[in-house]
């Protein structure tokens, strides 16, 4: 089984200001299928980043990741209020296919 | 546009049946892969089961957590993915989500059906 560990856990961050987070897998992601997912309170997931590096439909620029093997990034260049949730990522390219325990990216 | 509809989830007492359905629209359903996840109240989230399309022979695999109790299916003339989930249990209570994919394509998921199960 593939084992997420995203840090940090919290990021305390103002608006406008970059923020990094990190997911570190305990082996290979097959094919680089690394997702990342934002979620508000009450809302579902959505789907920001596939593929480690390409932004899904909709998704504005100043979101982006990359990586590969076992070391992967989101990065928000500039955070919006909007963006302050909590961040998943998640592994799909061997069963059993797994998440990371989350970062919330809260307003310092 | 991409869409994922989730239903069927509602109250049920431990041990019980329920059977989830997810309606894809906006993508070609039968060239997906169909995957269904849940996040208990609280929590993170946690993956249940996939069943890939014909192109990948149309595999299936369950998370350890509920292998025996459930069964993933899929109907691509009506574009729905089942999930039967069986001998409910309380830690089983939690919304659960379908996604699809394709390659390293990921759809955008649902808004979930809650399901509780309460004794």
């Known amino acids: 089984e593939v084992v997420l560990t995203q840090s940090p856990d919290i990021l305390s961050l103002s608006a406008g200001e970059r923020a990094t987070l990190s997911c570190r897998a305990s082996?290979?992601?097959?094919?680089?299928?690394l997702a990342w997912y934002q979620q508000t309170p009450g809302q579902a997931p959505r789907v920001l980043i596939y593929g480690a590096s390409l932004r899904a439909a909709g998704i504005p620029d100043r979101f982006s990741g990359r990586g590969s093997g076992t070391d992967f990034t989101l990065t928000i260049s500039r955070l919006e209020p909007e963006d302050f949730a909590v961040y998943y990522c998640h592994q799909y390219g061997s069963a059993p296919l797994t998440f990371g325990g989350g970062t919330k990216v809260e307003i310092k | 546009e991409v869409q994922l509809v989730e239903s069927g989830g509602g109250l049920v007492q431990p041990g019980r049946s329920l059977r989830l359905s997810c309606t894809g629209s906006?993508?070609?359903?039968?060239?997906?892969?169909m995957t269904w996840f849940r996040q208990a109240p609280g929590k993170g989230l946690e993956w249940v089961a996939v069943i890939r399309h014909k192109g990948h022979g149309g595999t299936i695999d369950y998370a350890a957590a509920m292998k025996g109790r459930i069964t993933i299916s899929r109907d691509d003339a009506k574009s729905i993915a089942y999930l039967e989930m069986d001998s409910l249990k309380t830690e089983d209570t939690a919304v659960y989500y379908c996604g699809g994919g394709r390659g390293s394509y990921r759809t955008p998921w649902g808004q979930g059906t809650l399901v509780t199960v309460y004794s």
């Open positions: 082996q290979s992601v097959n094919g680089d299928y």
């Open positions: 906006g993508f070609t359903f039968g060239d997906y892969s």
